[in-house]
């Protein structure tokens, strides 16, 4: 596809479960970044990639939430044992050459 | 430590009257400057890319001008479908950080 896709758009939680979130960046873009938006706020960087190399973590905010791009295109954003702070809109982003980030629509997660 | 902060946090226009978005930054070596829209429900919209004092950019009714502490976005005689929340951002070594953004709302 022409921008970058995220799956799904929309996604419950009981507070416990462990949730998967999908992200199919621009073909060919090298970074990829995953943000957390809390409503009324900016997104949040969580984590990078520079195809399957993880080279930054550190906004990720707690062992319970893990990133992986294992072959450098579609990368999953998992998140164990929710809580309810986990309640946010989820951004996935590939980079273009001018350093410009392309953003998908976002996976909203609501954790009851 | 880095930081972007957006003033006002909410601006309430009517059609036709111009007015001025604020972005005020703090971060050693600017290595980009990043606005961006954001609709309702949606993923932020890349709109500019500034990188040094001075430098200004248009697109339609949208102007980004840039100094050394801050970033403006102009918006002359908006339209209600220029209503967005919009969102600055810095550059920081690979990974952009943004303000909590601009509600802006154009009543016709």
């Known amino acids: 596809g022409a921008g970058v896709s995220q799956s799904p758009r929309y996604k419950v939680a009981k507070r416990g479960q462990d949730v998967a979130l999908r992200c199919d960046p621009i073909?060919?873009?090298?970074?990829l970044f995953w943000y957390q938006q809390a409503l009324g706020q900016g997104p949040e960087f969580l984590t990078y990639f520079q195809n399957e190399a993880q080279l930054d973590k550190s906004g990720l905010p707690s062992d319970r939430f893990f990133a992986e791009r294992p072959e450098g295109s579609v990368s999953t954003l998992k998140i164990q044992r929710t809580q309810q702070e986990d309640s946010a809109v989820y951004l996935c982003?590939?980079?273009?050459?001018?350093?410009?980030?392309?953003f998908g629509e976002g996976s909203r997660l609501t954790v009851l | 430590e880095d930081q972007v902060t957006q003033s006002p946090e909410a601006l309430r226009l009517q059609e036709g009257e111009s007015s001025s978005l604020n972005c005020s930054y703090t971060?050693?070596?600017?290595?980009?400057l990043f606005w961006y829209r954001q609709d309702p429900g949606k993923g932020p919209e890349f709109l500019f890319t500034l990188y040094s004092a001075g430098e200004e950019k248009e697109k339609e009714r949208l102007k980004a001008t840039l100094t050394k502490k801050e970033s403006f976005l102009h918006i002359t005689a908006p339209k209600p479908e220029d209503s967005a929340t919009y969102l600055c951002?810095?550059?920081?070594?690979?990974?952009?950080?943004f303000g909590q953004g601009t509600e802006l709302s154009v009543k016709p």
């Open positions: 971060v050693s070596g600017l290595r980009g």
């Open positions: 073909s060919g873009h090298v970074s």
């Open positions: 982003a590939s980079q273009g050459n001018a350093g410009e980030l392309f």
């Open positions: 951002a810095v550059d920081q070594g690979g990974k952009l950080i």
